[in-house]
């Protein structure tokens, strides 16, 4: 069976970036706002006071310090707390277009091909900003790419499980090279009124090619040597945002039409999941956990990548064994192990082996091994 290779990763950072410092500023004017407003109901005991946040609190829960954003005006005003966007009009593309085209761009130079050798564009994200026509159909029409497009979601995992129908669709012929992008705005579907989770997310795209290696115009990328993918319904991570919303006009705007979760229940199941989808995986292929030089894991949780990395591994592994990219970026959804394997492949040789690991909503776990050109 002829291998199938990524030859190009491509990365869309957006130019604005909120520090914790900033983060909490405006949180904490808010809940100072709330709490004076609602004083008689507090010092009643009929209303909970909101508490305030701080820098050391996000960094301790999460290892994320700042994060990128498409608007950093609208989530930092106390009287908004969400990114304001201009609307767009229907000839005009969307600001996840924008963000894919930008990223594909940089992976199709990458890969050394141009827009017109893509057959097939995959979209994988956490959210959506229409229901219809598909992202993807927009991204190959802007691109000028030729066959077909879709759309795919599986939250956080929405990238791996992309790069799988890559794959598949290579395997049955009915592509020959594929254009896999993960735009994500995740600071629209979060509450930065909530204490516990204000400060998770932030907004990145990224995008990578993937061929058959007899078509690929440089020896370098990776072969991609498996992919596992698993799921298993939870209610833990949720968000009941959708055009049915409409239909129960009680609930809209309420507080489960953003992110939402159980964060220790989170911590406490997912973590053993994915270590042992890890393990199991590495087994199929006759790998041991040893013969990784490097684990692009989810970019959710430090003390989650940590845990998953030392029940794999049976250690804690090093900062180049598990490069992490949450300082920066925070929680990008899908786009997390795609940025960290973007930006820390320096140092793997060719026959060093990788895996790409994302976890998330659903609950979902996929896992691609990969080796180096």
Do not use: W
Request: charged share 20%.
């Amino acid at each position: 069976m002829e291998p199938i290779v990524i030859t190009g990763t491509g990365l869309y950072t957006p130019a604005q970036s909120i520090s914790n410092d900033e983060l909490v500023a405006s949180f904490n004017a808010y809940v100072d706002a709330y709490n004076a407003s609602h004083a008689a109901a507090i010092a009643a005991g009929t209303v909970e006071a909101l508490q305030a946040s701080s820098a050391e609190f996000i960094v301790k829960a999460s290892g994320i310090e700042r994060r990128h954003v498409v608007d950093k005006a609208g989530v930092l005003d106390p009287e908004i707390m969400a990114p304001r966007l201009r609307e767009r009009r229907d000839d005009e593309p969307s600001i996840m277009c924008e963000m894919a085209v930008a990223a594909a761009t940089e992976a199709l130079a990458a890969a050394q091909v141009e827009a017109s050798d893509i057959d097939c564009v995959l979209v994988g994200c956490s959210n959506m900003e229409r229901a219809y026509p598909a992202l993807a159909i927009e991204v190959q029409a802007a691109l000028g790419a030729r066959g077909y497009g879709y759309d795919l979601n599986v939250a956080c995992s929405s990238a791996t499980f992309a790069i799988q129908a890559a794959v598949g669709a290579i395997r049955s012929g009915s592509a020959t090279r594929v254009l896999v992008v993960n735009p994500e705005i995740c600071s629209g579907h979060l509450n930065f009124r909530d204490r516990d989770s204000h400060f998770i997310f932030g907004d990145a795209c990224t995008a990578i090619i993937v061929e058959p290696a007899s078509t690929a115009r440089h020896d370098r990328g990776f072969e991609i040597v498996g992919i596992k993918v698993a799921t298993q319904f939870s209610n833990n991570i949720r968000n009941n945002f959708g055009y049915l919303n409409r239909a129960r006009p009680d609930s809209v705007g309420a507080a489960d039409k953003l992110f939402v979760q159980a964060g220790r229940k989170v911590f406490k199941e997912v973590c053993p999941m994915v270590a042992d989808l890890i393990l199991a995986h590495l087994d199929e292929l006759h790998l041991r956990p040893d013969d990784l030089r490097r684990m692009f894991l989810h970019q959710a949780n430090l003390a989650m990548n940590r845990l998953i990395g030392k029940r794999v591994l049976g250690r804690e592994p090093s900062n180049e064994e598990a490069p992490t990219i949450l300082d920066e970026y925070a929680n990008t959804s899908s786009a997390g192990s795609i940025i960290a394997f973007h930006k820390h492949q320096a140092g793997l040789a060719a026959g060093d082996l990788a895996l790409i690991c994302s976890f998330g909503a659903g609950y979902s776990v996929g896992n691609v091994v990969v080796r180096a050109r």
